[in-house]
């Protein structure tokens, strides 16, 4: 005589919790859940990634829209100063040229836009090197005044004449500082902020 058996135990030793649960465990191990990013790996990715407000150069470095602006403005001034200074020059050699022979007359205005050159010169020299040149600024200014001055006693005395012929020079000067003042903001030692003083240690 036999008997069932209970409704806890089921035929042949199988339990279907036990073998549900094997199976649940194997699918886990299997496939693992993907790892979450911390911290120190999201910021390495960020850090790849260019920033758009920069752009990469070949060599690796970053070219900001700042620097762009003044690149722009020292290209404008350049190109303004080259036009203003040839205007000029003209103006100067038609002016000797009524007093001197051709030849001559034609390297004359040398002798007012020579000295500016040359001042140019030791003006940039100055900036690159953050030093003052005050004569250097003093030579630049009477060049020009002169040359604004043989400009206007060539022209026609009336006051749209006079200003026609007197800007270009005017223009020049201002260019130039500008130009100078670009440079000097480039090259300018950014060792110590503006505003405050190195304390000594001790």
Same mark, same amino acid.
């Given at each position: 005589?036999?008997?069932?058996?209970?409704?806890?135990?089921?035929?042949?030793?199988?339990?279907?919790?036990?073998?549900?649960?094997?199976?649940?465990?194997?699918?886990?191990?299997?496939?693992?859940?993907?790892?979450?990013?911390?911290?120190?790996? &999201?910021?390495?990715?960020?850090?790849?990634?260019?920033?758009?407000?920069?752009?990469?150069?070949?060599?690796?470095?970053r070219l900001s829209p700042v620097t762009l602006l003044v690149a722009t403005i020292a290209a404008c001034a350049?190109?303004?100063?080259?036009?203003?200074?040839?205007?000029?020059?003209?103006?100067? &050699?038609?002016?000797?040229?009524?007093?001197?022979?051709?030849?001559?007359?034609q390297w004359w205005p040398l002798t007012v836009y020579g000295p500016w050159f040359v001042a140019a010169l030791?003006?940039?020299?100055?900036a690159f090197q953050h030093r003052t040149a005050r004569r250097s600024w003093c030579v630049i200014l009477i060049?020009?005044?002169?040359?604004?001055?043989?400009?206007?006693?060539?022209?026609?005395?009336?006051?749209?004449?006079?200003?026609?012929?007197?800007?270009?020079?005017?223009?020049?000067?201002?260019?130039?500082?500008?130009?100078?003042?670009?440079?000097?903001?480039?090259?300018?030692?950014?060792?110590?902020?503006?505003?405050?003083?190195?304390?000594?240690?001790?």
């Amino acid at each position: 005589m036999w008997s069932a058996p209970g409704p806890d135990i089921a035929p042949n030793g199988w339990d279907p919790d036990e073998e549900l649960a094997q199976m649940l465990s194997t699918v886990s191990a299997v496939d693992p859940a993907p790892p979450s990013l911390d911290g120190q790996h &999201r910021h390495r990715i960020d850090r790849r990634r260019p920033r758009p407000a920069h752009h990469i150069l070949d060599g690796g470095q970053r070219l900001s829209p700042v620097t762009l602006l003044v690149a722009t403005i020292a290209a404008c001034a350049v190109a303004m100063l080259g036009w203003s200074t040839a205007y000029s020059y003209n103006q100067l &050699r038609e002016i000797a040229a009524t007093v001197l022979p051709a030849p001559l007359a034609q390297w004359w205005p040398l002798t007012v836009y020579g000295p500016w050159f040359v001042a140019a010169l030791s003006i940039l020299r100055a900036a690159f090197q953050h030093r003052t040149a005050r004569r250097s600024w003093c030579v630049i200014l009477i060049a020009s005044a002169t040359a604004v001055a043989l400009c206007i006693s060539h022209s026609s005395y009336s006051v749209l004449s006079m200003v026609i012929v007197g800007i270009p020079p005017i223009t020049a000067l201002v260019c130039f500082r500008e130009l100078v003042g670009q440079v000097s903001c480039k090259y300018r030692p950014r060792h110590a902020a503006p505003g405050k003083e190195p304390t000594g240690g001790g």
